[in-house]
């Protein structure tokens, strides 16, 4: 069975600092997806990135970058000079290629960027 | 820009009715699927559909079924509503082969059952 854990609850940073995110999951597929995802206070998820399980190299976009480490089963994501936009529940996922490839997600990470 | 849009923002509805909660999307897309959000929980599979008129079960599906008869629509039933089914209700869809990435998902409606 597939697992995503975001140990992090909820975590607070003042405004321009860096945060990271953490993300760990299980699976015994050795192919898979990873998925990070945001959603902010209007509710509706905005996808940020996919990730190949083959794919280990680091991704950055702009202030985003993600570090996945297959070694460690983790997936982490990095929001540089953090802003109050930025503000929002980021959830992990893992998707199973094999079968229906259902989408597993974790439980969030509440993250509030203050002025 | 793909547009998922969920009928009702908030929803209200007495133990035992019969409750839809609708979702259409506009880009044709093949994948469309229902989950539910419950803090600390996450987001939990309830059933999904790859064509009209098919679907699957998710990882919770029990007290819920679908419905597909139009490409576009992807309705979620319950046929009788219970309280332990109040919660954050999410629709998405997906052109891509199911699992790979489906990057669109409606705002939610947010079911309260009284």
């Known amino acids: 069975a597939q697992k995503v854990t975001q140990a992090q609850t909820e975590i607070s940073v003042v405004e321009k600092e860096d945060v990271t995110l953490d993300c760990v999951y299980e699976t015994r597929d050795t192919t898979y997806y990873l998925f990070w995802y945001k959603q902010p206070p209007s509710g509706e998820l905005v996808f940020l990135i996919r990730?190949?399980?083959?794919?280990?190299q680091n991704e950055i976009s702009g202030r985003y970058s993600w570090n996945f480490q297959k070694s460690t089963s983790s997936f982490n994501f990095t929001i540089t000079a953090s802003q109050v936009v930025d503000s929002a529940v980021y959830f992990c996922?893992?998707?199973?290629?094999?079968?229906?490839?259902?989408?597993?997600f974790g439980t969030g990470t509440k993250l509030q960027v203050i002025p | 820009d793909v547009k998922v849009t969920q009928s009702s923002r908030y929803l209200v509805k007495r133990t035992g009715e019969k409750v839809f909660l609708e979702c259409v999307q506009d880009?044709?897309?093949?994948?469309m699927f229902w989950y539910r959000q419950d803090p600390g929980l996450g987001l939990r599979l309830i059933y999904f559909s790859y064509d009209v008129k098919m679907k699957e079960k998710g990882d919770i599906p029990e007290g819920y079924s679908v419905s597909r008869e139009k490409k576009e629509r992807f309705s979620l039933i319950l046929e009788s509503a219970s309280t332990n089914q109040t919660s954050m209700y999410l629709c998405a869809s997906d052109a891509s082969r199911p699992g790979t990435g489906f990057g669109t998902f409606g705002s939610g409606t947010r079911l309260t059952v009284v």
């Open positions: 996922a893992l998707s199973e290629v094999s079968g229906y490839q259902k989408v597993t």
């Open positions: 880009m044709d897309h093949e994948n």
């Open positions: 990730r190949n399980s083959f794919d280990e």
